[in-house]
Nanobody, 128 residues
Framework: EVQLAESGGGLVQAGGSLRLSCAAS????????IGWFRQAPGKAREGVSCISNRDGSTYYADSVKGRFTISSDNAKNTVYLQMNSLKPEDTAVYYC?????????????????????WGKGILVTVSS
């Protein structure tokens, strides 16, 4: 059974940091791309970052470049999202999801419809 389980969310003050984890099971981790998405209340789901577990290639949304870092531990089948310099506008439910293909420098990397399995999400709240 395919599973993606997010952890590490919570409440943090603006300027602080959190590290999210996405633990994967039930599929060949190295064959997939894992992405992080978020959805704030009343807003559409948006892509944050993704990583190819084949070669470690990464992609970031402009809104998080320089603040967030995605990484993968293939031995643990886990992808991390280190979030620094958090802002109140980063408040959202964060989801990890998987896809088969990495699109290089294309924004298609963070198109939700291209992800074929999703975790249940975890709440991140940044207070001002």
């Amino acid at each position: 059974e395919v599973q993606l389980a997010e952890s590490g969310g919570g409440l943090v003050q603006a300027g602080g940091s959190l590290r999210l984890s996405c633990a994967a099971s039930g599929f060949t981790f190295d064959d997939y791309v894992i992405g992080w998405f978020r959805q704030a209340p009343g807003k559409a789901r948006e892509g944050v970052s993704c990583i190819s577990n084949r070669d470690g290639s990464t992609y970031y949304a402009d809104s998080v470049k320089g603040r967030f870092t995605i990484s993968s531990d293939n031995a643990k089948n886990t992808v991390y999202l280190q979030m620094n310099s958090l802002k109140p506008e980063d408040t959202a439910v964060y989801y990890c999801a998987r896809a088969r293909r990495f699109y290089g420098s294309s924004s298609r990397n963070l198109t939700p419809i291209r992800m074929d399995f999703w975790g249940k999400g975890i709440l991140v709240t940044v207070s001002s």
